[in-house]
């Protein structure tokens, strides 16, 4: 396996190979990332995993400045998963100069939930997705179902761009207990750690009452008001179209799409129905 640090040596290592599956990350990896870049190497082709902090899609007070940073130690374990190439760009490589120019994403996909919340969140994504695209060429690119909305902002991106790329999904990794992993999830203390698998069987029970027959307005009311009196602090708790994430009418597949910060840690979480 081979880590570059700029984007010459990157194009260098690659020119007249055949075009590698991408699996874009902002390190701290943990066995979500690593099952990311397995089902890349299973494409058969060279699997290249960026690591990359992107300051853009950080609001000024978010944890940008404390966001896992394990460069020595996030190698060592994408070796062992079937990488060939890692890049490992420094702020100023990417970001040569102000980056003025930006990716815009439809406000239908991107200004609902987390994009309510966090405005700029998906021009950031998508700006620095559309350049490692630009730079790694892929013939596919890797992300997972646990950030659902980018999944699907970034699927539209490509098709809107006529990006030639796939954009394909893999399953949530979770826990024993059920947690959805996540760098942000070292954050937890021990006791809040033993306290957040209460976010994805909230959700596991919701996708149960709408089974049965529960409208989903009384599904949400209910779920807020149980995590609220649990200590959390949700910001949102949706259930939509698996599709678009318009409002949900019970007649096409539905997710539900949960965010919600418990102690200082925001964790976000969903099911599909």
Known sequence: MRVYHTIAELRSALAGA???????????????????????????????????????QFAPSED????????????????????????APT??????????FKVLPSAQLSAVLEGAVRPDFFTGVCTV???????VQPH???????????????????????????????ETVRASDGLALSSRNTYLTDEQRRQAPELY???????????????????????????TARGWRPDYVAVRRQAD????????????LAAATLGSTRLI?????
Do not use: W
């Open 18 to 56: 055949s075009r590698p599956v991408l699996v874009p990350t902002m390190g701290g990896l943990h066995e979500g990332h690593l099952s990311l870049v397995r089902v890349a190497a299973a494409a058969g082709r060279p699997v290249v995993t960026s690591i990359f902090v992107n300051r853009l």
């Open 129 to 135: 997705v559309l350049k490692l695209l630009h730079i």
């Open 140 to 170: 596919a690119a890797i992300f997972g179902k646990k950030d659902y909305q980018q999944l699907l902002v970034l699927r539209a991106m490509a098709r809107q761009l006529t990006l030639p790329v796939a954009i394909s999904a893999a």
């Open 201 to 227: 069987a909230t959700l596991c029970q919701m996708a149960g009452r709408l089974r049965e027959g529960v409208s989903a307005q009384q599904v949400e009311a209910d779920a807020l008001r149980i995590l």
């Open 64 to 87: 940008f400045a404390r966001y896992p940073r394990t460069l020595d130690r996030d190698v060592e374990l994408l070796e062992g998963a079937g990488c060939d190439v890692v890049f």
């Open 245 to 256: 994430l318009g409002s949900a009418d019970g007649q096409e597949p539905q997710v539900i």
């Open 91 to 100: 702020e100023v490589e990417l970001y040569p100069e102000p980056q003025l």
């Open 269 to 273: 979480d969903n099911v599909e129905v």
